[in-house]
């Protein structure tokens, strides 16, 4: 493959992801710094994709921590692994918050489900409880959460893709302008 196609392969795939609950790269691991300048990571569920604007969409707790890092360090790093084919791809970028009044929140919360919505009705992330978890969430309205709900949008400068094979690794490094045009790429060593 050359790298157009590269990029376009690892796009269509993050693509797909965003739209499949089993697709190996709905689940990623979004990585900040927190205030001790010690690496954070935790895994996010892939929302949305803009292979034009080369955007990830993540919805988060504006209560929890990783919310806090990413408002005093925007910039960080999405990292996905495919079991299956294989390959890793690490995205470096800056985020863009939007809470709970914002339009694309609104706009988000509108179109989630009212077992997601629960999930962001109890405490803050992180919070100790004296209870163990219930078996399910107790009737809540579906606006209770909505104050608690974020969502995170990166805007990705750099593609770190990795194609692991048995005797021949290839590793390409994209990167992209502010408008997501692809600015350049190089194949580099695994």
């Known amino acids: 493959m050359d790298l157009k196609q590269i ?4 796009w269509r795939t993050l693509g797909e992801a965003a739209g499949d609950p089993q697709a190996e790269f709905r689940y ?3 990585c900040t710094v927190d205030a001790a300048r010690r690496p954070q990571a935790r895994t996010l569920v892939l929302r949305q994709v803009d292979s034009v604007m080369r955007s990830l969409t993540f919805h988060t707790d ?3 921590p990783k919310w806090q890092e990413m408002m005093a360090n925007p910039q960080v790093t999405v990292l996905g692994y495919a079991l299956q084919t294989r390959l890793q791809l690490r995205l470096q970028g800056r985020v863009e918050l939007y ?3 914002s339009d694309i929140a609104l706009a988000a919360w509108s179109r989630l489900p009212a077992h997601t919505r629960k999930t962001y009705s109890g405490g803050p992330p992180g919070e100790e409880t004296e209870s163990e978890p219930q078996v ?12 608690h709900f974020g969502v995170v949008v ?3 400068s750099e593609l770190d893709w990795y194609q692991l094979q048995r005797d021949n690794n290839q590793r390409a490094l994209l990167t992209y302008s502010t408008d997501g045009t692809l600015a350049s790429g190089q194949r580099i060593t695994p």
Do not use: C, W
């Open 154 to 156: 990166m805007r990705v």
């Open 7 to 10: 990029d376009a392969a690892a």
């Open 28 to 30: 990623l691991t979004l």
């Open 99 to 101: 809470a709970q009044d």
């Open 136 to 147: 399910a969430m107790p009737a809540l309205t579906g606006e209770a959460g909505r104050p």
């Open 62 to 64: 504006v209560r929890s």
